[in-house]
């Protein structure tokens, strides 16, 4: 079955900063991996996605993601960490390539302190 | 182009009393997703559904609980005798139709409905 993983429930930035959220995924064929952005008592927004062609996937608001298959991994990145991306970040992976369900990691709370 | 809108956004109830959830998805799309969010934790897929199928209800609890997603109208998640263990925020995601995945992939999300269980 597929699933993603993301070992740190929270990780702590000083604004300014770089920011990595580690997502590791475990699939059989090929993945179809995506970033979601939750902010308090909102729903979920879509950050970035990748499917296929360039490892490094860029997105919403100045975030990226790098997909590393020898790693099984898909971090999230930002160069530069505003205070204003402190939020419940999601990885999810698709189920089957004929499918639009998601299944999602436990989340990483983001903090990040001026 | 409106979003995916779900209602009611805030939900109180008593144990043993019904409750039902209703989600519109975006304009164009005809497929949707049920979500469950307990109290810090990750999101948990309830049931798919088109129009008048249920496609995959593997996330859903035996008993209690039910989806539909008729013909006209929003698709409506209702959880029969509430239990404190119900409260949490139930999401509506939808996808466009078609019978292989959306060209953008993702899923569209609702604000979510807040279900609270005194």
């Known amino acids: 079955a597929q699933s993603v993983a993301q070992p740190e429930d929270q990780v702590n930035v000083a604004e300014g900063n770089p920011l990595t959220v580690k997502c590791t995924y475990s699939v059989s064929g090929n993945p179809y991996l995506f970033w979601y952005v939750q902010y308090p008592n909102r729903g979920l927004q879509f950050l970035l996605k990748?499917?296929?062609?360039?490892?490094l996937v860029k997105g919403s608001y100045g975030f990226e993601a790098e997909f590393n298959k020898s790693q099984t991994s898909f971090h999230l990145k930002k160069p530069s960490a505003l205070v204003s991306d402190s939020a419940l970040y999601f990885c999810a992976v698709r189920e089957s390539y004929n499918t639009d369900k998601l299944i999602f990691g436990t989340g990483t709370r983001l903090q990040v302190f001026p | 182009n409106a979003g995916v809108m779900q209602n009611p956004r805030h939900l109180v109830r008593r144990r043993g009393q019904e409750a039902r959830l209703r989600c519109s998805p975006m304009k164009g799309h005809s497929h949707v997703y049920w979500y469950r969010q307990l109290p810090e934790e990750g999101l948990k897929f309830m049931v798919y559904?088109?129009?008048?199928?249920?496609?995959?209800e593997s996330g859903m609890p035996k008993e209690r609980f039910s989806a539909e997603f008729p013909k006209e109208g929003p698709s409506i998640l209702r959880i029969q005798q509430v239990v404190r263990g119900d409260s949490a925020a139930y999401f509506c995601?939808?996808?466009?139709?078609?019978?292989?995945?959306?060209?953008?992939?993702?899923?569209?999300f609702g604000e979510g409905s807040r279900l609270t269980v005194l």
């Open positions: 995601a939808s996808s466009p139709p078609g019978g292989q995945p959306s060209g953008t992939g993702e899923l569209f």
């Open positions: 990748y499917i296929t062609g360039d490892n």
């Open positions: 559904l088109q129009k008048e199928n249920i496609i995959d």
